[in-house]
């Protein structure tokens, strides 16, 4: 990275009467302040004769004149933006460090000045100035040497832009990005940020935390982020998960029960949640992650009906008169494989498990069965074991979207015949992370 330091500069008509005293002697005295590795004079077609005039007096300076492309861009501020943007962009793609960039705005038309301003803090540059006077003519014009150069740090507005893109992402989900786009405090430190504003960066990247582990199911690590119940903005207060929600994540992030009965009482959170990531992954595109997870509830449902029959998948009794028949079944059908043993247990997959289910009389084992072997045109989740995410060598979702939504839109009905009506309060608690549902 160069780290050596560029100043830009626009570059006005001056005063044409006295254009020595009001043009080239105040940007000479800029260039002049400061040891550039290089000067970048941002002209208009009507001063390109100026900036010339400037870079062939200035001869031990490495000088670039870059004027903007038609005639009256100077009066139209987009135009500007649009020229002076692109040059900045250049000079880092160079290897130059944007707090290596220097923005002087003071000559040039008005548009040209606020366009370089705001293209300078589009790219982080940390400084720009301006040569002011202590004394003015009656025209309020500069009096000819008593100028001085004014530099002012662009950290308000920085920081304000910064907070604005973390808000972008939380918007949208990102809450990885946000938090890596977020100073730390130490780094705060050192940016300087008003205090306002750096109690707000704080307090939005511990939400980014606190989100990015619920959205990854860390719950544990969620719990131990500290939150504040307000922040001091209107615009971060949307985002501050109410006590609700902060409850039913520490309740995810408690040890898993030993009871059958109340392993079902957990397992019914936490398929809401699953679910609800997985509707936030169908959001996002990521299709082949929204049908994993489809397939997971499904499996979990099942799970959680064998756990009100005081069965469990993974430790199925051999000696249970309904499993032992269910066994033996499988063991004459030479098509299908039994149940696998272990320990003296048996073990049973999400299609074997909804099988038993409908032995034992379940009312949802119909649906479970149904909804993992769907007809043509709609998600079959009995083919996620070839899904490159388990043991295939490609994406089983396809790129279209609609039938993972009616996938979802049933699997919702199939939580709420299991849960009933309090499962429509987890889906809201649930849903709480996605941003994008709210305005």
């Known amino acids: 990275m160069n780290h050596e330091s560029v100043l830009v500069c626009t570059v006005g008509t001056g005063d044409i009467s006295r254009i020595e005293e009001t043009l080239f002697e105040p940007l000479t005295k800029s260039i002049r302040r400061g040891q550039w590795n290089k000067v970048v004079l941002l002209p ?74 705001l293209a300078a803090i589009r790219h982080d540059v940390p400084v720009v100035r301006y040569v002011a006077g202590e ?15 004014v530099e002012v740090k662009t950290i308000i507005a920085s920081a304000r832009r910064l907070l604005d893109e973390a808000m972008m992402f939380f918007r949208v989900g990102n809450f990885g990005a946000a938090f890596d786009l977020l100073p730390s405090e130490t780094q705060l430190t050192d940016l300087r940020w008003p205090s306002e504003l750096a109690t707000q960066a704080i307090l939005a990247r511990n939400l980014a935390a606190f989100y990015a582990a619920w959205d990854r199911l860390d719950y544990k690590r969620a719990t131990e982020i500290e939150l504040v119940s307000h922040v001091p903005s209107s615009t971060w207060h949307k985002f501050v998960p109410p006590a609700e ?8 992030a408690k040890p898993f029960p030993e009871q059958n009965h109340h392993r079902a009482i957990r397992l019914r959170s ?48 051999g000696e249970h008169p309904v499993v032992k028949a269910f066994q033996d079944e499988l063991r004459a059908d030479k098509r ?65 979207p609609e039938p993972i939504r009616r996938l979802y839109f049933e699997l919702e009905k199939l939580l709420i015949e299991d849960g009933g009506n309090i499962v429509q309060t987890r889906l809201k608690l649930a849903r709480w992370l996605d941003f994008s549902r709210r305005d």
């Open 44 to 117: 208009s077609q009507a001063t390109l004769n100026h900036a010339e005039e400037l870079r062939s007096r200035l001869g031990d300076v490495v000088i670039e004149v870059k004027p903007l492309l038609n005639a009256k861009d100077e009066d139209d501020p987009d135009s500007c933006f649009a020229h002076f943007d692109r040059i900045l962009s250049e000079i880092l793609g160079a290897g130059f460090a944007s707090d290596s960039l220097v923005a002087d705005f003071t000559r040039g038309t008005k548009a040209m000045s606020a366009a370089l301003v």
């Open 135 to 149: 004394k003015r003519d009656e025209r309020g014009m500069v009096v000819p040497g008593s100028e001085t150069i």
């Open 245 to 252: 929600v902060r409850e039913w994540v520490a309740d995810s």
């Open 270 to 317: 936490l398929v809401v949640d699953l679910f609800a990531n997985g509707e936030r992954r169908l959001r996002d595109c990521q299709y082949e992650d929204a049908v994993i997870r489809a397939y997971r509830v499904l499996e979990l449902v099942g799970q959680i009906r064998l756990f009100d029959h005081d069965l469990d998948s993974d430790a199925l009794p």
């Open 336 to 400: 299908q494989e039994p149940l696998t043993e272990k320990n003296g247990l048996l073990k049973a997959p999400r299609e074997k498990v909804a099988r038993l289910l409908k032995r034992l009389g379940d009312p949802l084992a119909k649906r479970l069965l149904q909804l993992g072997n769907q007809s043509e045109g709609e998600v079959k989740l009995s083919k996620r074991n070839y899904s490159v995410w388990i043991h295939g060598f490609e994406a089983v979702a396809g790129s279209d």
